[in-house]
C-alpha cells in the first residue's frame, strides 16, 4: 500500500502549523489547528462559511456555488473541500472564524436572596441544602485500646455509613496521620459517597461547577455551595461545532470509526479550557472542586460520555439513559479532583433533554396551579405545557436560523451581529453587538428583519418578494431575488449582508415549526391560549427577541405581552439550584419522570396544520388580531 505524502499548512494570521496527509482537507487541517472555522454544513460545501484564501502552494478543490468566479481567481476557497498537494500557507478570513459567543449571563448573587433575581420565577423556592457536603472530623487517635480501623473511625465519627472509592483508601492511612487526625470530609449527600478526604488544615472550600452543555454552546459557573454562591462564570462555543453543527450531524459522526471518541474529546477540551481560565480567575485549584452537573440535550451528555448515541435518531428514538449518573471525573477525563463526580442532570427523551428539566426546574411552572408554557428557542425548539398536575412536551426541530445558522448572511450572536432592525420608507436602521461594524445577522436580528420586510409590504404573507416594492431588492448570481442589508462597503466582513428569497422561507419554516408545537400541545390537552396564564421563553435568543416582532411573523401566538417571561439560559439557572438544593434535586426527577413527551412525526394534527403555518403571520390570520390591525 503507497504511503500517504505529507504536508504543512501554515495558517495566517495566527501562525498556526499543522502537518496533514494529503486526503486531509483544510478544515480538517484547520480542527487539528484548534482554529475555529465557521462550518455550519458539516463539511458538505453547501454554506460557504469556511471560506478561506490560498496564499501559497499547490491545492486541489471541488467546485463549489457558493463562491464566485472573481475570489476563484483570487485563491479564495472553501476549506473543506479543499486538499493540499505540497506544503501551503493559508490565511483565515476574520468572518470564517468562529469568535466568543455572546452569552447571556445570569446574575450572580446568593440562592435564596438575589441568585436567581430577576431571572427565574424559582427564586427562594429550594432551600439551601447543597449535595455536597463538607464536614470537619476530628478523629481520637488510635491506641492498643482504641485500634478501630481508619474506615470505622471516620463512620463512627460522623455517625454515618459511606461508600469510599479505593483511590482514597489508598492515600487515608497517610491522610489521617500526616494531618493529626484532623481531617474535613467531602462527600455527595445523596448516597453517602465519599469524594475527598483532605487535611482540615489546607483549604477546605464547598465547590462545584454547574454546567450548561449546549450544541452551540458551553457555559460554566463555579459554586460556592456553602453559600450558595456564584463565583465566577465562563462561556466558550462547544467545539464540536467545528465536525458537526446539530445534534443529527453529531450522530452520525459518532456512528463513524473514530467519531464518537472525536467528539467527547472536543467537548472535554471547551470545558477543560474553561475551567483552567475560571481557577485562574479565582485562585481555586482545580483539586478543590469535587463535583460537575452537567445539563444538557440528550446527544450532548452522551456525547461527553463517550456513550453511543445511535439509537437516539432511530425508531422508536431511545437513548441509553435519561436519569442522573455519577461517574468520577477521573474516568470521564474531567480536569476537576480525580475521585470528584460528574453528574448528569435528569431529561425526558431522546429530543427532550435534562436542559429543559432545568428550565422547568428553574421557571417554577411545575408548582403553578396555571397552565403555562415553556419555550426554549433552540435548533430542536423544545415547547413544555402544564402545570403542578400535568406536564406535556415535545421537540419541534425548529433548525439552526434562530441562532443565525443556514441563512446567507447569518451568523450566530457574536460582536458584529446585527441584532436590532428598522425599516422606515425603505431606509434600514439597525444595531450590532458591541457596536462592531457589521458581519452578519444574528437570530434576533433576522426575526427583527423579517417583520419589518413584512409590515413595510417588502414581502408578502408567503414570503415572497413583492416587485418595485424596495431598491434594495435584486437578483443575484444564482436568479434569486434577495434584500441587500448592507453594502460590502459597509460591512466588517468585505461582503454585502442579504437576505435571500430561501433564507426567508427557511426561516419562516421554523416558526411554523414553533408555533405548531405550541398549538398541538395546546390541542392535545383541550386548552387553547387563552387558558395559558405564562409563556416562558428560554434560552440565549429569548433574552434579546422582540416579542411584538415574534408575534408579528407568528412565531409566537397573539396573547396580552405581559404573558410573556423572557428568562436567559435556564439550563444553568435549574442545574445551579440542582447542586445548591437537595430538595431541587428530588424535584428535578420528578420532573423528569412526570412529563409525557409527544413525538410530533405521529401526530397527524402537526402534519395537517404545518401548511397553514407557513405563512406571514398564519393562513388563519384572525389567529393574530393585533397583526391583522397593524396590517390595516
Known amino acids: 500500500m503507497e504511503k500517504l505524502k505529507k504536508f504543512q499548512i501554515k495558517f495566517l494570521p495566527l501562525e498556526k502549523v499543522v502537518e496533514v496527509s494529503e486526503n486531509t482537507d483544510i478544515l480538517k487541517a484547520a480542527i487539528k489547528a484548534r482554529i475555529n472555522l465557521r462550518n455550519s454544513c458539516g463539511g458538505k460545501g453547501l454554506c460557504g462559511k469556511c471560506k478561506v484564501r490560498v496564499i501559497s502552494g499547490k491545492y486541489k478543490t471541488r ?18 473541500q479543499t486538499y493540499p498537494l505540497t506544503d501551503l500557507v493559508v490565511e483565515v478570513l476574520p468572518q470564517s472564524l468562529e469568535v466568543r459567543p455572546q452569552i447571556a449571563r445570569a446574575g450572580l448573587g446568593v440562592i435564596g436572596e438575589d441568585l436567581l433575581k430577576e431571572e427565574s420565577p424559582a427564586e427562594g423556592i429550594y432551600p439551601l441544602k447543597p449535595i455536597i457536603g463538607v464536614e470537619h472530623l476530628r478523629l481520637k487517635e488510635p491506641d492498643l485500646e482504641n485500634n478501630l480501623p481508619d474506615v470505622e473511625r471516620i463512620r463512627l465519627a460522623a455517625g454515618r455509613e459511606f461508600t469510599i472509592p479505593l483511590k482514597i483508601l ?19 449527600i445523596p448516597c453517602n459517597y465519599v469524594l475527598d478526604i483532605s487535611p482540615a488544615s489546607s483549604k477546605n472550600g464547598n465547590f462545584a461547577l454547574a454546567c450548561d452543555l449546549g450544541t452551540t454552546t458551553v457555559v460554566l459557573h463555579l459554586l460556592d455551595l456553602s453559600r450558595g454562591k456564584v463565583i465566577n462564570t465562563k462561556a466558550e462555543y462547544n467545539r464540536q461545532i467545528m465536525v458537526a453543527e446539530d445534534v443529527i450531524s453529531r450522530i452520525i459522526l459518532a456512528e463513524e470509526e473514530g467519531g464518537l471518541q472525536e467528539l467527547k474529546v472536543l467537548a472535554l477540551e471547551t470545558i477543560n479550557e474553561l475551567i483552567v481560565k475560571i481557577c485562574e480567575d479565582t485562585d481555586i485549584s482545580s483539586r478543590e472542586i469535587t463535583a460537575i452537573l452537567i445539563a444538557g440535550n440528550t446527544t450532548m451528555l452522551h456525547l461527553v460520555l463517550g456513550i453511543p448515541p445511535d439509537f437516539i435518531r432511530r425508531y422508536p428514538y431511545t437513548p441509553v439513559f435519561k436519569s442522573e449518573l455519577l461517574v468520577p471525573a477521573q474516568e470521564v477525563g474531567i480536569n476537576i479532583n480525580p475521585q470528584g463526580l460528574v453528574l448528569t442532570m435528569p431529561g425526558i427523551r431522546s429530543f427532550v433533554g435534562s436542559d429543559i428539566v432545568a428550565g422547568i426546574l428553574a421557571s417554577g411552572m411545575d408548582r403553578e396551579d396555571e397552565v403555562s408554557l415553556f419555550v426554549d428557542l433552540g ?78 409590504r417588502v414581502i408578502d404573507k408567503s414570503g415572497n418578494f413583492i416587485p418595485g416594492s424596495s431598491q434594495r431588492i435584486r437578483e443575484n448570481e444564482y436568479g434569486e431575488q434577495e434584500f441587500v442589508v448592507v453594502d460590502k462597503n459597509e460591512s466588517g466582513s468585505g461582503s454585502d449582508i442579504v437576505i435571500t428569497q430561501s433564507d426567508v422561507k ?37 433574552t434579546y427577541l422582540d416579542i411584538e416582532k415574534s408575534i408579528t411573523i407568528g412565531l409566537f401566538p397573539d396573547v396580552a405581552r405581559e ?40 401526530v397527524p394534527e402537526f402534519l395537517n396544520n404545518y401548511s397553514s403555518a407557513l405563512f406571514l403571520p398564519h393562513t388563519d390570520i384572525d389567529k393574530f388580531p393585533s397583526v391583522k390591525e397593524k396590517l390595516k
Not at 453587538?433 to 433576522?446: F, L, M, Q, R
Open 506 to 542: 427557511n426561516l419562516i419554516y421554523s416558526k411554523a415549526a414553533i408555533y405548531l408545537g405550541i398549538e398541538v400541545l395546546l390541542q392535545k390537552m383541550g386548552l387553547n391560549v387563552q387558558d395559558v396564564r405564562n409563556i416562558y421563553i428560554a434560552g440565549g435568543l429569548g
Open 63 to 80: 467546485s463549489t456555488f457558493t463562491l464566485k468566479p472573481q475570489e476563484i481567481k483570487q485563491g479564495y476557497v472553501l476549506a473543506c
Open 379 to 456: 435548533t430542536n425548539g423544545e415547547v413544555v405545557l402544564g402545570n403542578r398536575e400535568w406536564m406535556i412536551s415535545c421537540s419541534t426541530s425548529a433548525g439552526p436560523c434562530f441562532e443565525g445558522g443556514g441563512l446567507t448572511s447569518g451568523v450566530r450572536a457574536m460582536a458584529g451581529a446585527i441584532q436590532k432592525i428598522t425599516i422606515v420608507e425603505d431606509k434600514l436602521n439597525f444595531t450590532t453587538i458591541s457596536g462592531e461594524k457589521p458581519i452578519g445577522i444574528c437570530g434576533t436580528g433576522i426575526v427583527e428583519l423579517i417583520a419589518e420586510l413584512f409590515v413595510n
Open 563 to 602: 404573558r410573556f417571561k423572557f428568562l436567559g439560559n435556564t439550563s444553568i439557572q435549574g442545574a445551579r439550584l440542582y447542586l445548591c438544593s437537595q430538595s431541587a434535586r428530588q424535584r428535578a426527577g420528578e420532573i423528569s419522570d412526570m412529563v409525557t413527551n409527544l413525538e410530533l412525526s405521529n
Open 170 to 188: 489508598e492515600r487515608l492511612p497517610y491522610v489521617l496521620r500526616e494531618s493529626k487526625w484532623d481531617v474535613n470530609l467531602t462527600w455527595y
